[in-house]
Structure formats: structure tokens, C-alpha cells
């Protein structure tokens, strides 16, 4: 049962994760996932210091604002200063991520936070820290839930404003110009990668949470022409690899967050060789049979 | 040499445009009449595409306005459309024809409206308006550049506006694209539609506009092409480089203008 708790959870969470990661890569702001995954530790631990407990509402809409503090810090950089945009997203990361770790040190006797579970998350706890309701009932995993309204949060977000962002992420000028507000969904999708990002932290921490937001969506885009397959191939893999992964760190008894993003990396090296439409070896193969059609053409013509 | 329109669609009023605090459009003030086919001709750097950009609010305003149908854009967005140059966006995104065709239709659909059937016949209609019917589930990375361009022609058709603006439609397309944008083009404007284009080549431009607006950074001309397209008006806009258009050095050679470099 332990086994089914952990890898529901992280599929939950890498299937929200690679949706909104399919949004990041074709607006080639795969980085901002990034940034903004550092970026709200402050606001986690604010959050924490002031209720207490690591997975309230408040904290993750505490994380969320500073997640989108971040984007506008970004674009501001980039736009105001004229700053390059990945010179912008570098300067702001950091420096909030280092004044989360900062704040983290300092605080260490009343924080339940460690550098170690910031970076890494460990999501093996799952099973352990349980929902128990006033009366003593026993709901299941808590992290179980937080996942699963994740889920629903980012389904409902992108199901309710598709087109707008299909729009914005595809041609923005058009957008703006039949009066769709870009900044607004731009903020809207960075909102909703900071919620997640938040939420999917205690399991899987900082750095690996990125490669749920780009992994999966990077292996669909090798694998198809169309948006919408491309999402559903995302939660394909955001489902294979959660449950590979589980079972490789048991195999080897080692970390289970890190385990799945391996899967991912083997699986996106797998693609990258392999993919029918953009495959290296695939291409090649086309290449040599188009050589040998002209070899054999040629003396007809 | 200003003409105004006897029906203007569009009235830009001392506009002043800058980047970065540097004025690209200077003091433009002009109107722009209803049913024509109008091109924007200046040199490299002149504010053309600056110009419609921000007649559709794309760029701030460092002063002045612009009316269109003589309101607010925002009052009549709905019958505006804007043709982004072809190069402005990734066409190697996972989507096919037809869906960028239906962006056309979004502006008219709700926030949570899915396109629906009629859309879509409507979406196809505009394609085999531009001969492009057999390529509808295609992924808009396989198209050639005369390809890409019809298919935002499609999609600005599918918006059923009453204005078009379009940045650099001619730009890198074939022959045969070129003369179907043109046809369809004359008969938007014969429908009372006004097509207003950002262009860069002047040998084509004789053909195919019947209003000529000439920019460079600030207002050369603007009025009826007979008017507006004499070899006086173009020296004034192309300035002193000569070198730059080959028509313009044939006019001044037949004319026996010495030309300033043996001078």
C-alpha cells in the first residue's frame, strides 16, 4: 500500500507538473520553471515560520505570490534594465533562493526545514504523515491529497483558459491584438508553476521538480506534431516514470525522487535517438534511404 | 504632400512613437480612406511596421492617437485585424493549419466557448480561399514561406474584419502566392473592406496599391498613388541613397539629375 501512496504522489504531481511544463518549453521558458522553483523557497519559509505547518493553504498561496514576484522581477530586469533574460532569471533566482537558505539557517531550531529535504524533498515519507480528521479518522497521506487538488487546480486552470493560452504561447502579438491581455496569462501559468511547485516540494524538493516540469513535455514534443497529443503524451510519462522510478530506488535502495528523474532522463535519451519525427538515429535512416532513391533515380532522369 | 481621406477608417494624430526613449515615428498625422488597398513603402528602419504596430496598440505612445473607425480601438477591436509579420513566430510549434485558421475565430468566441462546428467550416472556407484546402491537418512546420503566409491570410479572413493590417505579407513569397494574396486582397478592398500593408519593394508597389503612404521616420506622402508615387516624393523618402533602389536611380538618370556622388 506504502508503494501505491508514493508513486500515486508523484505521479499526481509530475502529471501537473509536465502540463504546465508543455505551456514552458514552447514558450521557451523552461528557466523561469526553474527559477521560480527556487525562487519561492523564502516564501515557503515565511510561510512556515509563520503557521507552523508545511503543506497549509496559506503557504502555498504565500509561495505562489512570490513566485509571480519573481516572473515580474524578471521581466522587469529584462525589460526596464534591458537586461538579457536569462542574465535576469540568474539574478533573481538566486537571490531568493539564498535569502530562503539564509532564512532557513537562521531559523533552524524553529524551522522543520533542512537544506538537504529543500534540495532534494523526500517523498518516501508519503505514507507517514497521514490526514487524521477531528474525530480520528484516518483519510490517507496527506501529500496524497495536496497532489491530487493540485492536480485538479492546474486540469480546471487549463481546461477553463486553453485557448487564451494556446493563443499567447503561439503568437503573442496576435493575441494582444484581438484583446487577449498577455501579461495576465503569462502571470496566470507562472502563478499556477508556483502553486505547483510549492506543492510538489516536500516530495521531490527544488532541483528535481524542474525535471518534472520539463522532462516529460520535452520527450512529447520529440514525439509529436500536435499540442493536445503532446499533453497527453506528457502524462504518459509523467505516469511510466513516477512508477520506474519507484521501483529502481528499491532496487537500489536510494532516493526516489532522484530515481524518477533518472527514468525521465534515460526515457528522454531514449526519444531523443529514437523518436519517428525527430529522432537523430530516424533522421539519419531517412537521409540514407533518401540517398539511395536519388542513387537509383538518378540515371532515369 | 498629404491627401486626407474623403472616408477615413483610420486617423493617426501627431503620433510620436519611441524605443527605449529614442523616437522612431515622429509627428505622424494622416487619414486613411475606407475601401483601399494602401501600402506603407519606406527604407529599412523607416517605422512601417513600428507605425501599425501601434495603430493596434501594440507599442506605447509617447503622444498622440490613433482613431479607427473614428472610436478607440478598444471600442472596435472586433473589426480589426492584424497580420503579424511571418517570421514573428515559431513555426516549428506543435500545431496544425487548421488550428491556427480557428485563432482567427477566438476574438468572437467566449473565454470558455470551444470552437464550434460553424468555426470550423468557417476556417476551411478561408483556406480554400487561399488554396490551401488540401493542407488543413497539416503541421504547420512542414509549409513553405508562401504557405505560411496564406494561412495567416486564412486566419485574418476568418476574423471577418473590416480593416486588415499586414506587416510585410510579400515578403519571401513566391510568385504564385504573391499574385493570390494580391486577388484576394483586391477583393476585400471591392467588398468596402480597407487592407492597409507594410511593403518594402517599390518596382510591385506601383501595381498593386491605390493609396501610397511614404514614411520615413516622420510623414513623406500620403494620398492617391498618381499623386503620391512621382519620382520627387520618392527621392524625399529614400533620401540621398540612391544606391538603394535601382528605379529610383533609372528616374534620376533619364532626368539628367546629377547625382551627388559626382558632384
Known amino acids: ?301 | 504632400m498629404k491627401v486626407e481621406a474623403q472616408e477615413p477608417v483610420v486617423e493617426f494624430h501627431d503620433l510620436t512613437v519611441s524605443y527605449h526613449k529614442k523616437p522612431v515615428l515622429w509627428n505622424i498625422d494622416m487619414t486613411l480612406p475606407k475601401g483601399a488597398l494602401i501600402g506603407i513603402i519606406g527604407p529599412n528602419g523607416a517605422g512601417k511596421s513600428t507605425l501599425i504596430k501601434s495603430a493596434m496598440g501594440l507599442l506605447p505612445l509617447a503622444s498622440g492617437y490613433v482613431r479607427i473607425f473614428d472610436e478607440a480601438l478598444d471600442d472596435v477591436r472586433h473589426r480589426v485585424s492584424y497580420v503579424p509579420q511571418r517570421e514573428s513566430v515559431d513555426w516549428d510549434f506543435p500545431t496544425s493549419v487548421l488550428d491556427v485558421v480557428l485563432m482567427g475565430r477566438y476574438a468572437k468566441l467566449g473565454l470558455l466557448t470551444r470552437p464550434r462546428k460553424a468555426d470550423k467550416e468557417m476556417a476551411l472556407n478561408c483556406l480554400r480561399k487561399v488554396g490551401m484546402e488540401a493542407y488543413v491537418d497539416r503541421q504547420i512546420s512542414q509549409l513553405s514561406g508562401g504557405q505560411q503566409q496564406r494561412v495567416f491570410l486564412a486566419r485574418a479572413l476568418a476574423q471577418e474584419a473590416d480593416l486588415y493590417f499586414m506587416d510585410e505579407p510579400f515578403a519571401g513569397v513566391d510568385a504564385a502566392t504573391e499574385a493570390a494574396i494580391l486577388s484576394i486582397m483586391q477583393e476585400m478592398t471591392a467588398q468596402g473592406k480597407t487592407v492597409i500593408v507594410v511593403h518594402h519593394d517599390l518596382q510591385s508597389a506601383a501595381e498593386f496599391f491605390d493609396w501610397i503612404v511614404l514614411l520615413n521616420m516622420r510623414l513623406v506622402a500620403s494620398g492617391p498613388i498618381d499623386k503620391v508615387f512621382t519620382n520627387e516624393m520618392l527621392q524625399e523618402t529614400y533620401g540621398g541613397k540612391l544606391t538603394v533602389l535601382a528605379e529610383v536611380g533609372e528616374l534620376v538618370r533619364k532626368r539628367q539629375i546629377p547625382s551627388r556622388e559626382k558632384y
Open chain 1, 1 to 301: 500500500m506504502d508503494a501505491f501512496y508514493i508513486i500515486l504522489t508523484a505521479t499526481l504531481f509530475a502529471i501537473s507538473c509536465g502540463l504546465l511544463g508543455c505551456f514552458l518549453i514552447l514558450r521557451k521558458m523552461a528557466m523561469v520553471g526553474d527559477a521560480i522553483s527556487h525562487a519561492v523557497l523564502p516564501g515557503i519559509v515565511i510561510a512556515f515560520l509563520l503557521t507552523g505547518t508545511r503543506d497549509s493553504f496559506e503557504m502555498i498561496l504565500g509561495a505562489a505570490l512570490i513566485g509571480i514576484f519573481s516572473t515580474f522581477l524578471i521581466e522587469f530586469f529584462h525589460h526596464k534594465a534591458r537586461l538579457q533574460t536569462d542574465a535576469a532569471i540568474g539574478v533573481t533566482f538566486t537571490w531568493l533562493f539564498a535569502l530562503g537558505v539564509i532564512l532557513i539557517s537562521v531559523f533552524a531550531g524553529q524551522v522543520d526545514l533542512d537544506q538537504e529535504c529543500v534540495l532534494y524533498g523526500e517523498i518516501a515519507y508519503v505514507p507517514i504523515d497521514l490526514w487524521i480528521g477531528d474525530n480520528g479518522t484516518i483519510f490517507g497521506p496527506r501529500a496524497l491529497y495536496v497532489a491530487a487538488m493540485t492536480l485538479i487546480v492546474n486540469v480546471a486552470f487549463i481546461r477553463i483558459g486553453f485557448k487564451q493560452l494556446h493563443l499567447t504561447t503561439f503568437d503573442p502579438a496576435f493575441a494582444a491584438t484581438i484583446g487577449v491581455s498577455v501579461s495576465l496569462w503569462n502571470y496566470l501559468l507562472m502563478g499556477a508553476v508556483s502553486m505547483t511547485t510549492v506543492a510538489a516540494f516536500d516530495s521531490v524538493g527544488a532541483i528535481l521538480v524542474v525535471a518534472l516540469l520539463v522532462g516529460p513535455a520535452a520527450i512529447a514534443y520529440l514525439l509529436t506534431d500536435r499540442f493536445q497529443t503532446m499533453m497527453i503524451i506528457t502524462v504518459f510519462v509523467a505516469i511510466v516514470s513516477s512508477a520506474l522510478g519507484y521501483y529502481l530506488a528499491v532496487w537500489v535502495d536510494g532516493s526516489i525522487a532522484g530515481a524518477i528523474v533518472t527514468i525521465i532522463g534515460i526515457l528522454f535519451g531514449i526519444t531523443f535517438l529514437f523518436s519517428p519525427g525527430h529522432g537523430v538515429l530516424m533522421k539519419k535512416r531517412l537521409q540514407r534511404k533518401e540517398a539511395q532513391r536519388l542513387k537509383t533515380e538518378a540515371p532515369l532522369s
